[in-house]
């Protein structure tokens, strides 16, 4: 890569700067967690408004936020395998401005598809309150959590044999309204809208790039790793499997902004560079 400006042994600034913050946010937290009143993910992840642990701050804060070792090392380790050339392409100051605007924005997508959600599912409470029944109550469940408590489904299967019961009733209501909640208040961590932003970037730049993949080991085009990569994350998508907690959309919608930008600056091809 040495035609592109890179050093052998040099790491340009924004991404080292990138990589020391979110690996020291991240063994920090480990280390300082149960010091906090709530945890930090709660406190830094993002929230949606709805939520009473939403707070403003967090449409940053949870860009630097994991929720797992192999998670923050996913998401480092392409960014420093990518992002690095487009820092030295680009500069400090572009590059930071396209990390942070597909960061931003793929928050926002992802924000978005969880308020429709969320408002879907107030949509089936209403329905469910003016009609209680034990089938509504668990179809929502399969939907929603995909499989709950024992004890849950032995409630339903009790309340099928007693359907006019009202404890069963106002129970009914209170494990709808509960898993409402819980979804609002489930926070989204991590740097992945981000960094598919950057995947994007490096495919649109370099295309006929060769990536040496693990499997199958054999050199493939970038275009065409990044290019599966995003179709695999459109699917998984389209799923919306219950228990499924990786933000998909955030995934897009990184891929989405980065790709809009990318093109934004093309259209001053002097200016690009």
Known sequence: MSSYGYRPGTIPTAIKNLLIINIIVYFGFEVLGNSFAISPSHMFGLHLFESDYFKPWQIITHMFMHGSFYHLFGNMFALFMFGRILEQVWGTKRFLIFYFVCGLGAALIHTFVLWIDYHSMNAAFTAFKNTPDPSLLS???????????????????????????????????????????????????????????????????????????????????????????????????????????????????????????????????????
Do not use: C
């Open 139 to 273: 179809n929502f469940l399969s939907d929603h959590i995909g499989h709950a408590n024992s004890w849950v489904y032995e409630f339903i299967d009790a309340w099928k044999a007693n359907p006019d019961s009202v404890q069963y009733i106002d129970q009914g209501k209170m494990i709808f309204e509960k898993v409402i909640t819980e979804s609002i208040d489930v926070p989204t961590v991590g740097a992945s809208g981000a960094i598919f932003g950057v995947l994007v970037g490096f495919g649109v730049l370099f295309p006929n790039t060769e990536l040496l993949l693990l499997f199958p080991p054999i050199p493939i085009k970038a275009k065409y790793v990044i290019g599966v990569y995003i179709i695999f994350e459109l699917f998984m998508a389209m799923q919306n499997s219950a228990g499924d907690d990786v933000a998909h959309f955030a995934h897009l919608g990184g891929a989405i902004i980065g790709y809009l930008l990318i093109t934004y600056w093309r259209k001053n091809r002097k200016n690009f560079y």
